[in-house]
C-alpha cells in the first residue's frame, strides 16, 4: 500500500470512532441532558443563534467553555484542516466531527441551569412574538 492509502484508512477509522465515540455519549446522557436537547431543537434557528450569544456574554459560564465555540468558529474559518476539504466527503467529514466534538465538549461543560436559564426566556419570548390570529 501507498502512504496516502494508510492516511486515507486511518483518516476513515477515526471518523468511525468519533461517530461511535458520540453515539456512546449521547446512550449515557442523562434525561435532564436529553430533554434539554430536545427543547433546543423545538427552538427556531434565529432562537438558536440569539441562544449561542447570550451564553458567550453569561459571566457566569466559565471562560475555558465560553472559548469552545469561538475556537469552533475559528477552526472552520481557517482554510488549513486535518483534511483538505478538496478531498471528497472525508474534507466535510473531519469538519462534522469537530463540530460534534465541540458541541459534545460544551454540553459536558457548561452549567446545565445557565442553559436552561436561556432557554427558558428563549421560549417565553417566542410565545409572545407569535401572531395572535389563527393560522390557515
Do not use: C
Request: proline share 7%; charged share 20%; no cysteine.
Amino acid at each position: 500500500m501507498e502512504w496516502w492509502e494508510y492516511a486515507l484508512v486511518s483518516i476513515v477509522v477515526t471518523l468511525l470512532v468519533l461517530v461511535l465515540a458520540g453515539l456512546i455519549l449521547w446512550h449515557k446522557a442523562s434525561g435532564r441532558k436529553k430533554a434539554l436537547a430536545n427543547r433546543l431543537r423545538g427552538l427556531p434557528w434565529r432562537a438558536r443563534f440569539e441562544l449561542a450569544g447570550r451564553l458567550a456574554a453569561d459571566e457566569r459560564m466559565p471562560l475555558s467553555v465560553r472559548a469552545i465555540p469561538a475556537l469552533l468558529v475559528l477552526y472552520l474559518a481557517m482554510p488549513l484542516d486535518f483534511v483538505p476539504d478538496f478531498i471528497p466527503v472525508l474534507g466535510q467529514l473531519d469538519d462534522i466531527a469537530v463540530v460534534f466534538v465541540s458541541v459534545g465538549l460544551f454540553a459536558r461543560f457548561a452549567p446545565l441551569r445557565i442553559i436552561e436559564e436561556h432557554i427558558d426566556a428563549l421560549e417565553s419570548q417566542a410565545k409572545l412574538e407569535e401572531p395572535s390570529w389563527p393560522r390557515p
